[in-house]
């Protein structure tokens, strides 16, 4: 039996989510991916599923069949042995963290984004719904809150939100996942917060070629001014990296570490995997 003829392929909203109750896991694929694992599962072999996505000529064998293999590599690994499920490893005593998509708005449209998100879109949650929603977290244990998108410098008065969840309770923290370029315009702002109790997740996918490959020429100047400035603010920041196999091989992860650590200031690579994302 082949390694994709488990996977379960669910819908929401036109999003597809892949579920392998075997290993157990589960991911949302990139459209091009998408298409793959769709073909995969029809023809039931690799060979018939190449020949298939390549007979209109716009794709190459050799490239579909890397793709393949790299989805093997991930995907194909031996599932866990004697697996009961989650609730044999968890206790749901309290909620620890909680993460809130925001937006689909973003000031990027970035080729390997999970949502798609981009300046057309408009999507978001409502104030009120994101402040019970904040409350009731906050009710159930929850101390750390996640935001991201899109682009949550979009949201109306993202500042505001991360003042509310600071003062609905002490030992609350805020955490934003950003692409950084909006940051300066927002730093006054920011500075209002408890810095203690705040810090930002910053993407930075490689060094300037694979960044900008990614999210649009000029994005990692851009970027490296605005990172500048927040250090001078004494902004806690952590660095998330999607690793792609050219980043591995032209801006290798210590490389970029080094670039934006300066002595005496804190920083981690925070490692993601983006899959065939375009």
Not at 77 to 83: E, F
Not at 190 to 213: A, I, T, Y
């Amino acid at each position: 039996m082949s390694w994709f003829s488990h996977l379960n392929r669910l819908e929401h909203d036109g999003i597809p989510i892949y579920v392998d109750p075997e290993r157990p896991d589960w991911f949302v694929p990139s459209s091009r991916t998408d298409v793959l694992l769709q073909t995969l599962l029809h023809c039931g072999s690799p060979a018939e599923a190449v020949a298939k996505i390549c007979l209109g000529g716009v794709e190459v064998p050799q490239k579909v069949t890397f793709d393949y293999s790299v989805l093997e590599d991930v995907l194909g690994r031996k599932p866990v042995d004697n697996y009961l499920g989650r609730h044999q490893h968890l206790e749901l005593n309290v909620l620890k963290e909680i993460w809130f998509h925001l937006t689909d708005k973003c000031n990027l449209s970035c080729r390997h984004c999970l949502f798609g998100s981009s300046p057309a879109k408009s999507n978001s949650i409502g104030e009120k719904t994101l402040k019970s929603a904040i409350q009731q977290a906050t009710e159930l244990g929850c101390r750390l809150f996640y935001f991201t998108g899109g682009e949550p410098f979009l949201y109306p008065n993202f500042p505001e939100v991360i003042k509310f969840v600071q003062e609905i309770h002490p030992d609350s923290h805020g955490v934003e996942l950003t692409n950084g370029l909006l940051l300066q315009e927002n730093l006054e702002s920011l500075l209002g917060l408890d810095l203690h109790r705040f810090h930002l997740q910053v993407s930075l996918d490689g060094l300037q070629e694979e960044h900008d490959f990614l999210r649009g020429k000029g994005s990692f100047s851009r970027l490296g001014a605005n990172l500048q400035e927040a250090r001078n603010r004494d902004l806690a920041i952590t660095i998330s990296v999607a690793v792609l196999p050219s980043t591995i091989a032209k801006s290798p992860c210590k490389t970029i570490v080094i670039i934006l650590l300066p002595p005496g200031v804190p920083m981690m690579a925070n490692l993601s995997h983006a899959l065939l994302s375009w």
